[in-house]
Structures are given as C-alpha cells and as structure tokens.
C-alpha cells in the first residue's frame, strides 16, 4: 500500500513536469514594465530584464475556471465566438474553427456585430443565399457579368463573415485570443450581456473581462495548448 508521503510525492512530481511544460511553451512570458495594464498586476509572478513574467499556478488556476465555464456553456447548448485577430494566431483559428464547427473572427472587428446584429443577421443571410445561388445550376445559365458580381460579392463577404456563416442569433459568450485589439468587441458584449472569456496577456485592461487566462497572447505554442484544452472540453460535452 503506497504512504502518504509516496502519493504526495508522485502529485508534487507530476505537477512540476506540467509546469516544465508549459515554461518551454512559453507562457509566462509578458510585456516590458511599461507595457504592463495596472487590472494584470495580480497575476504577475516576478520580473526578470525589466520583463514581467506571469504567474504559473494563477495561470493554471485561472484555466480550469474557464474551462468549467465553458462546459457548463456547451452543455446548455449556448454558443461562443472565437476571436483571434493577431497575425501570428489567424490561420491557426481558422482551421481550428472550422474544425470543430465553432463561430470565429480572425480579421477586424466591425463595429455593430453585436449591438446591431439584426442588421448583420441579414447580411449573414444573404451571404447564405449567394452561396446556394452560386452552388445551384441556373447560377450557370447566368451571364458572365452577373457570376462574376456574385463571385466578388461572395469574396466580399468571406473577408467579414465567414466565421459566422450559420449564426442566426446573438451568440452567449466571446472568447478572445487577444486582448488589446479587440477592446470595441468586449465593450458590445458587455452592453448586450454577453460573457468575455480571454487569454490575457500583461498589456491587457482585463476589468471587463469575466474569465481572465493570464498567458502570453504572442506565443502560438502557448496558444494551442489553451486552445487544445477548451476543444477538448467542448468535444467532451457534444461527444
């Protein structure tokens, strides 16, 4: 029979290797001190070269929140937009997102996606209707110019909506990969009452944010491996 002693070592042991693990994925890595948003101090460990460095276990303490959030969020059938508009996390969402069915953004948010949805529900559905169009048969028996304005209108629209193709109502919850370039998103959730989940990184202003990640928002590795925890938590849910 194990003692006391030996489990509690085999714990102290495993938990080390997972922090190993995620200093080589690097995310504690913060801003400079005069990056740092004041509302990010408490999840600040250290600094090291004039760097702020994030709190490991604030880091991992603050995860499993979130992630129990959005478990309970998938199990009541609600819906999250995933917004990552840095350039070193763009490409990686989209795939990701599209994946695992999941609504996204990955280029500028346009103002009034939440507080005037029912005017971009409309445009969510008439990019649904020039899609089929171009899909269906007669879109051929079509002049050349009439294809062609539906084809760049269609490509129009991919820039801005593609991630949300299938949205027909406000979503419950946005979860940002990046903070500081989507200030205007989390003010539109916050006037409809929508939950803001993000990865914050020390530049960020974090007050209107419900559930803080502190992480580095430059680090794709760090990125992944949040994101492989919240996709593994919504497949759970629906599997």
Same mark, same amino acid.
């Given at each position: 029979?194990?003692?006391?002693?030996?489990?509690?070592?085999? +714990? &102290?042991?495993?938990? !080390?290797? =997972?922090? #190993?693990?995620?200093? @080589? %994925?690097?995310?504690?890595?913060?801003?400079?001190?005069?990056?740092?948003?004041?509302?990010?101090?408490?999840?600040?460990?250290?600094?090291?070269?004039?760097?702020?460095?994030?709190?490991?276990?604030?880091?991992?303490?603050?995860?499993?929140?979130?992630?129990?959030?959005?478990?309970?969020?998938?199990?009541?059938?609600?819906?999250?937009?995933?917004?990552?508009?840095?350039?070193?996390?763009?490409?990686?969402?989209?795939?990701?997102?599209?994946?695992?069915?999941?609504?996204?953004?990955?280029?500028?948010?346009?103002?009034?996606?939440?507080?005037?949805?029912?005017?971009?529900?409309?445009?969510?559905?008439?990019? +649904? &209707?020039?899609?089929? !169009?171009? =899909?269906? #048969?007669?879109?051929? @028996? %079509?002049?050349?110019?009439?294809?062609?304005?539906?084809?760049?209108?269609?490509?129009?629209?991919?820039?801005?909506?593609?991630?949300?193709?299938?949205?027909?109502?406000?979503?419950?919850?946005?979860?940002?990969?990046?903070?500081?370039?989507?200030?205007?998103?989390?003010?539109?959730?916050?006037?409809?009452?929508?939950?803001?989940?993000?990865?914050?990184?020390?530049?960020?202003?974090?007050?209107?944010?419900?559930?803080?990640?502190?992480?580095?928002?430059?680090?794709?590795?760090?990125?992944?491996?949040?994101?492989?925890?919240?996709?593994?938590?919504?497949?759970?849910?629906?599997?």
């Amino acid at each position: 029979m194990k003692t006391t002693t030996e489990t509690k070592g085999k +714990k &102290e042991k495993k938990n !080390q290797g =997972k922090i #190993d693990k995620l200093l @080589k %994925l690097g995310v504690q890595f913060g801003h400079k001190k005069s990056r740092c948003h004041p509302s990010m101090m408490p999840y600040i460990h250290g600094k090291r070269n004039d760097m702020y460095i994030i709190d490991i276990e604030k880091f991992q303490e603050k995860l499993q929140e979130a992630l129990k959030f959005i478990q309970s969020l998938v199990k009541d059938g609600k819906k999250i937009v995933f917004i990552g508009t840095k350039p070193n996390v763009k490409k990686y969402l989209e795939e990701t997102a599209k994946k695992n069915d999941l609504f996204y953004i990955i280029n500028r948010w346009i103002g009034g996606t939440l507080t005037n949805f029912s005017t971009i529900k409309k445009r969510l559905a008439h990019y +649904k &209707e020039l899609e089929i !169009q171009k =899909k269906d #048969d007669d879109f051929k @028996k %079509l002049s050349k110019k009439e294809r062609r304005q539906i084809t760049k209108e269609i490509e129009k629209l991919d820039k801005s909506w593609a991630g949300l193709k299938g949205m027909t109502k406000l979503p419950d919850a946005l979860f940002l990969l990046d903070i500081p370039n989507n200030y205007l998103a989390i003010k539109e959730a916050k006037n409809k009452n929508l939950y803001t989940i993000g990865i914050c990184d020390t530049d960020a202003n974090v007050s209107q944010i419900d559930y803080i990640i502190p992480a580095n928002d430059d680090a794709l590795p760090a990125i992944k491996y949040i994101m492989e925890e919240v996709i593994e938590v919504i497949n759970n849910v629906k599997n």
